[in-house]
């Protein structure tokens, strides 16, 4: 059976973000799980605020090529979303956006998000841990066609969720990430 390859995506450049360390603790948990993981920063994809004329003129930009390619050579895709007025942030909607208008030869528009599965995670300060921003990835997801596993991760005080080796304290947490990693990994195999 092939060991799937997970892509993970925190949607955050914020220095010190507790998306991006919640996305490396994720990543080390699929890296004990045995597969194969790759913990990628937006800011190696730097995409202008998606315009329909820009698009018309230049076409999709390499980077929003690249970001698909790189969701591509991967069997399933984990993304960490930091919560903005109970929504995503602009930086995630914005990359989902240019790359479903990418097209690739012989590839349906969109493909990359039918053929492998998603999960979804959130880190916040408050006590919903960004609840909302799930509620709204998942519906982009969907729209998108994707296949979203049920499990999820909404990480609440995320400022003190960590002890000084960088591991989540809490157990429910502990036990919330590990349930999602198995189910992206199990629904990734299936979908190979
Ligand atoms: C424009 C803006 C809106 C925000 N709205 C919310 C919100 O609706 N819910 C919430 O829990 N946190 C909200 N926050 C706080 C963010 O969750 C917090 O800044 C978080 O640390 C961002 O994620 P990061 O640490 O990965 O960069 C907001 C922050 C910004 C900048």
Request: net charge positive.
């Amino acid at each position: 059976m092939t060991a799937p390859r997970i892509l993970v995506i925190p949607g955050s450049l914020r220095t010190g973000s507790h998306n991006v360390r919640l996305a490396a603790a994720a990543a080390h948990e699929f890296a004990q799980a045995g597969v194969g993981v790759t913990r990628i920063s937006l800011a190696d994809f730097p995409l202008p605020l998606y315009d329909g004329d820009l698009q018309a003129k230049s076409g999709v930009p390499k980077q929003a090529v690249n970001l698909k390619r790189m969701m591509g050579t991967h069997h399933g895709v984990l993304i960490v979303t930091p919560e903005y007025n109970a929504s995503v942030p602009p930086l995630l909607k914005n990359a989902i956006d240019w790359v479903t208008r990418v097209q690739e030869p012989q590839e349906a528009r969109g493909q990359v998000f039918r053929e492998r599965p998603f999960a979804i995670a959130a880190a916040s300060e408050g006590r919903l841990g960004g609840t909302r921003a799930l509620a709204a990835l998942r519906l982009i997801l969907s729209a998108c066609q994707a296949t979203v596993i049920a499990s999820q991760l909404a990480l609440s005080f995320a400022d003190q969720a960590y002890d000084e080796m960088d591991r989540l304290k809490n157990p429910a947490d502990t036990e919330a990430l590990k349930a999602l990693v198995r189910q992206l990994i199990d629904v990734s195999q299936r979908m190979i």
